[in-house]
């Protein structure tokens, strides 16, 4: 039990190592790392109204994750409501579930933006998403709900969507069969 228990600290530690400076300096200032890296988005070609997601991201940086998180969540249904790809939001809003201590909400930030990568044909934000709500569900005890997500990470590892550095990450991470 406890092998298993550190396997998700260190899971979610090395997760929580590639982000970005600004997502490290709101952790210094709660305590936690993030899961997300909000600065990633820019990469995946989704924008939002700048003023309102810096207004998250201040909150986030200031520690006021209580605040972000009801601006994530404003962002996310404008986004839903336009049918556009809420992906700087979404992650974002695990990050501040995450800071709040609150894993559940956060397996279920990275399970809503895991749904929205898969939806807006995003592979590498839905493996990433899935892998991070995996290593939650375990810590949670949601055993089901962990080997359903492992399932579809293994089968997405062999999507040639997949880059190269993320197969190697995930697929050295998850458990053999």
Same mark, same amino acid.
């Given at each position: 039990?406890?092998?298993?228990?550190?396997?998700?600290?260190?899971?979610?530690?090395?997760?929580?190592?590639?982000?970005?400076?600004?997502?490290?300096?709101? *952790?210094?200032?709660?305590?936690?790392?993030?899961?997300?890296?909000? #600065?990633? *988005?820019?990469?995946?070609?989704?924008?939002?109204?700048?003023?309102?997601?810096?207004d998250?991201?201040?909150?986030?940086?200031?520690?006021r994750?209580?605040?972000?998180? !009801?601006?994530?969540?404003?962002?996310?249904? /404008?986004?839903?409501?336009?049918? /556009?790809?809420?992906?700087?939001?979404?992650?974002?809003?695990?990050?501040?579930?995450?800071?709040?201590?609150?894993?559940? #909400?956060?397996?279920a930030a990275?399970?809503?933006?895991?749904?929205a990568?898969?939806?807006?044909?995003?592979?590498?934000?839905?493996?990433?998403?899935?892998?991070?709500?995996?290593?939650?569900?375990?810590?949670?005890?949601?055993?089901?709900?962990?080997? *359903?997500?492992l399932? /579809?990470?293994?089968?997405?590892?062999? *999507?040639?969507?997949?880059? /190269?550095?993320?197969?190697?990450?995930i697929?050295?991470?998850?458990? !053999?069969?």
């Amino acid at each position: 039990m406890a092998t298993s228990r550190q396997f998700l600290v260190g899971a979610v530690v090395a997760a929580a190592a590639i982000l970005a400076a600004p997502a490290a300096q709101a *952790s210094a200032q709660s305590g936690r790392r993030m899961l997300a890296d909000p #600065a990633a *988005s820019a990469a995946s070609g989704a924008t939002l109204n700048p003023v309102v997601i810096e207004d998250a991201q201040r909150f986030m940086t200031d520690g006021r994750f209580k605040d972000a998180r !009801r601006v994530y969540r404003t962002i996310i249904a /404008e986004k839903r409501a336009a049918g /556009e790809y809420a992906v700087d939001a979404l992650r974002g809003l695990a990050n501040a579930e995450f800071a709040l201590n609150d894993n559940r #909400a956060t397996a279920a930030a990275l399970d809503e933006l895991a749904d929205a990568a898969g939806q807006f044909g995003d592979p590498e934000t839905r493996i990433r998403s899935l892998f991070d709500a995996s290593l939650l569900c375990q810590g949670l005890k949601y055993n089901e709900r962990a080997a *359903s997500h492992l399932a /579809e990470i293994r089968t997405l590892l062999k *999507s040639p969507a997949i880059t /190269e550095a993320t197969r190697a990450d995930i697929a050295d991470r998850i458990p !053999r069969r």
